[in-house]
């Protein structure tokens, strides 16, 4: 429930374009919780239990899951599904539905559910924006760009509207659908009316540059990301070093070495270089010098000053824990324990398809995965927990698939009694991403939350030099 309450929330937040904020405790539940007079707490739960309120009902579930009792929070549940089959927990529950849905076709089907159950509610129809921007984004990268653009259309609250094709034209980056996301964001620029004091104007300004970028239009796009690098991220509300790629992407792009230099040696430095960087820093090193004297050393001397820093910070994180021995079920339903891989470091990723910083993890994960295919005594797993989707076990698979990841996932679903995701208690799991690295004789080496990595080969250099001290014990 918590889970799926913050997804509520952010969901509805989203429609309104607010600041996410958390909502405020319920000083009717934090009475309950409080009340000693064990007479005057069962006259409140009888008459919350009897009463005619959907808001009543969920405070009595509220009240079970905070008091762990999930048996009659689940009873409760139930009955407020028979009393209100199209009251606000319902709302919520088809919301979430397609917010979790990937297959664009079963997305539309889920939104007319929507519209014909709750589109003439007074209570909601000030509240199907969401929906249409979520059933909008499933259609990204499938070819289908009026889809996109009609259920965009529909979104009806014109403030939310400038936004939300911001949004969409940042998702359409991660599916490559460059072209579409160049006019949706034109879109808002459109709706901006050249107003450049709106509180988004800087990820507007980072999205159209990048989007610009990866169609080719770098006189055209140079401008947008260098106007906000120029900021240096004090008075932008933008991601420091995704601005500052695509702003050295456009200078390299341009030629312009004598300014990308110094930002291509730190990325280097840093383990952050995209492989563009990589590809023109000997041009760059040549522009600056004259010649390519020193160039080779240049480079040795970085990669090995990575390395050695890497390995002596990564030393100092080593700690040496019991790893508990979970038993789980993979995406085709073979069961999978920890005991299974004794003898070899095993790497545990906890991930969820709704965790943005855990896909964002992906794609370096996918570049471990490659490093260490071929070595039998090296095993990553993929656990995904904390679900918030009807069907966890869909949701993963096909994300996956769409991602065409070669993963190893294990489903860590809540225990139908206890309601925990018990691999993620059993490893203390507070926040996801959260990765462990374990040894040979199952104890945990290494353990991290987040994803904190500079880029690529930061990653990868943190991740061997792991794997290879848990390798010794």
């Given at each position: 429930m918590?889970?799926?309450s913050?997804?509520?929330?952010?969901?509805?937040a989203?429609?309104?374009d607010a600041v996410?904020?958390?909502?405020p405790a319920?000083?009717?539940?934090t009475?309950?919780?409080?009340q000693?007079?064990e007479?005057l707490l069962?006259?409140t739960i009888?008459?919350?239990n009897?009463s005619?309120?959907?808001?009543?009902?969920?405070?009595?579930?509220?009240?079970?899951?905070?008091?762990?009792?999930?048996?009659k929070?689940?009873?409760?549940a139930e009955?407020?599904?028979?009393k209100?089959?199209?009251?606000?927990?319902a709302f919520?529950e088809l919301?979430?539905?397609i917010?979790?849905?990937?297959d664009?076709?079963q997305?539309?089907?889920?939104?007319?559910e929507?519209?014909?159950r709750?589109g003439s509610q007074?209570a909601?129809?000030?509240?199907l924006d969401?929906?249409r921007?979520?059933v909008?984004?499933?259609?990204?990268g499938k070819?289908?760009p009026?889809k996109?653009m009609e259920?965009?259309n529909m979104?009806?609250?014109?403030?939310y509207?400038?936004?939300?094709f911001s949004y969409?034209?940042?998702?359409?980056?991660?599916?490559?659908?460059y072209?579409?996301?160049?006019?949706?964001?034109?879109k808002?620029?459109?709706?901006l009316?050249g107003d450049?004091?709106?509180k988004?104007?800087?990820e507007f300004?980072r999205?159209f540059?990048e989007?610009?970028?990866?169609?080719?239009?770098?006189?055209?796009?140079?401008p947008?990301?260098?106007?906000?690098y120029d900021?240096?991220?004090?008075?932008t509300?933008v991601?420091?070093?995704?601005?500052k790629?695509?702003?050295?992407?456009y200078l390299?792009a341009l030629?312009?070495y004598?300014d990308?230099?110094?930002?291509?040696?730190e990325?280097?430095?840093?383990?952050?270089?995209?492989?563009?960087v990589?590809d023109?820093?000997k041009?760059a090193y040549?522009?600056i010098?004259?010649?390519?004297?020193?160039y080779?050393?240049l480079?040795a001397?970085?990669?090995?000053?990575?390395?050695?820093?890497?390995s002596a910070?990564?030393?100092?994180?080593?700690i040496?824990?019991?790893?508990?021995?979970f038993?789980?079920?993979d995406l085709?339903g073979?069961?999978?324990k920890l005991?299974d891989?004794?003898?070899?470091?095993?790497i545990l990723?906890?991930w969820a398809?709704?965790?943005?910083?855990c896909k964002?993890s992906f794609?370096?994960?996918?570049?471990a995965?490659?490093?260490?295919?071929n070595?039998k005594?090296?095993?990553f797993?993929?656990?995904h927990?904390?679900?918030?989707a009807p069907?966890a076990t869909?949701?993963?698979g096909d994300?996956?698939?769409?991602?065409?990841?070669?993963f190893n996932v294990?489903m860590d679903?809540k225990?139908?009694?206890?309601?925990?995701?018990?691999?993620?208690?059993?490893?203390k799991?507070?926040?996801?991403p959260?990765k462990?690295?374990?040894d040979?004789s199952?104890?945990i080496r290494?353990?991290?939350?987040g994803h904190?990595a500079?880029?690529?080969d930061?990653f990868?250099?943190?991740m061997?030099?792991?794997?290879e001290?848990?390798r010794?014990g």
């Open positions: 918590k889970y799926i913050f997804f509520v929330f952010v969901f509805f989203i429609i309104s996410a904020q958390r909502p319920n000083p009717r539940l009475a309950m919780l409080g000693k007079d007479s069962q006259d009888k008459m919350l009897n005619s309120s959907e808001d009543d009902l969920q405070l009595l579930i509220n009240y079970y899951n905070a008091t762990k009792n999930p048996e929070s689940t009873s409760v009955l407020l599904k028979q209100f089959p199209n009251g606000k927990t919520n919301g979430e539905r917010y979790n849905e990937r664009p076709e997305n539309e089907k889920n939104y007319r929507l519209i014909a709750f007074p909601f129809v000030n509240r969401g929906s921007y979520f909008a984004v499933t259609f990204l070819n289908k009026g996109v259920y965009l979104i009806r609250d014109t403030v509207k400038t936004s939300a969409a034209a940042r998702e359409s980056i991660g599916t490559k659908d072209k579409l996301g160049e006019t949706l964001i034109r808002t620029f459109a709706d009316k450049t004091t709106h988004g104007y800087d300004c999205i540059s989007l610009l970028y990866q169609n080719g239009k770098y006189e055209e796009g140079y947008y990301a260098k106007t906000v900021k240096q991220s004090k008075t509300s991601s420091f070093p995704q601005l790629n695509t702003y050295l992407n390299v030629n312009k004598r990308a230099y110094p930002l291509m040696e990325q280097l430095r840093s383990g952050a270089a995209s492989q563009l990589k023109k820093f041009t040549v522009t010098h004259n010649t390519d004297n020193g080779s050393a480079i001397s970085i990669s090995e000053e990575m390395k050695e820093k890497t910070a990564v030393a100092k994180k080593m040496n824990e019991p790893a508990y021995n038993e789980l079920k085709k073979k069961t999978v005991d891989f004794k003898g070899k470091v095993v990723d906890f398809t709704w965790c943005g910083p964002a794609p370096m994960m996918q570049e995965v490659n490093k260490y295919k070595d005594n090296v095993v797993l993929f656990i927990t904390m679900e918030t069907d869909k949701a993963a994300y996956i698939r769409d991602k065409k990841y070669t294990l679903l225990d139908p009694v206890t309601k925990n995701n018990l691999a993620a208690t059993g490893y799991v507070r926040g996801i959260a462990f690295v374990i040979g199952g104890n290494f353990s991290t939350i904190t500079a880029g690529t930061a990868l250099e943190e061997n030099a792991m794997i001290l848990a010794k």
